[in-house]
């Protein structure tokens, strides 16, 4: 049977590298919604950049992504969701939605200190680092901050931890 994994955490937990990893040993396809952005979207980016612009788009890679794979999914192939997961209403929309088409997700959050991350977002906005696909402003990275919702006590019953 395939298996459906959700990549959780905020800007620079380590996500990508994560989902690269693991899609080495499960044989996995990835999803990662910073290369759809980057490769749909980003060309066309207001200046001064826009939350909701973002988020429209966004949602609309997320639409595509669940389509795709579930297609995969029932070609026996499994499947790394790399899409941040910042809130707990996507969260729940993406399990029930697999749920209801058979497939219950493994979950892995990157529960990484603030420091840290923005640590590696400044090394990775470098651009020399595998995983780079657009630069992450401080601003942006601040603004996540507030954005970002932890699992809760339930998700993280279900959940692998990864510091």
Not at 18 to 23: E, G, I
Not at 41 to 48: A, C, E, G, R, V
Not at 72 to 96: A, E, H, P
Request: proline share 4%; net charge negative.
């Amino acid at each position: 049977m395939p298996k459906v994994i959700l990549i959780v955490g905020n800007v620079g937990s380590g996500k990508s590298t994560l989902a690269a990893q693991l899609s080495k040993q499960e044989g996995a396809h990835i999803f990662c919604v910073d290369s759809w952005m980057k490769n749909l979207f980003l060309m066309d980016m207001p200046n001064p950049p826009s939350y909701l612009w973002a988020l429209e788009r966004t949602e609309r890679i997320e639409v595509q992504m669940l389509e795709e794979t579930l297609k995969l999914l029932n070609q026996g192939i499994s499947i790394i969701l790399d899409i941040g997961f910042f809130s707990k209403k996507q969260r729940d929309q993406v399990k029930s939605f697999l749920l209801r088409h058979g497939h219950s997700p493994q979950i892995y959050y990157l529960d990484v200190d603030i420091d840290t991350r923005w640590q590696r977002v400044r090394e990775r906005n470098l651009g020399s680092i595998e995983t780079f696909k657009f630069e992450v402003t401080k601003e942006t990275f601040d603004f996540c901050e507030t954005i970002f919702e932890p699992l809760d006590s339930d998700e993280l019953k279900q959940a692998t931890l990864v510091y």
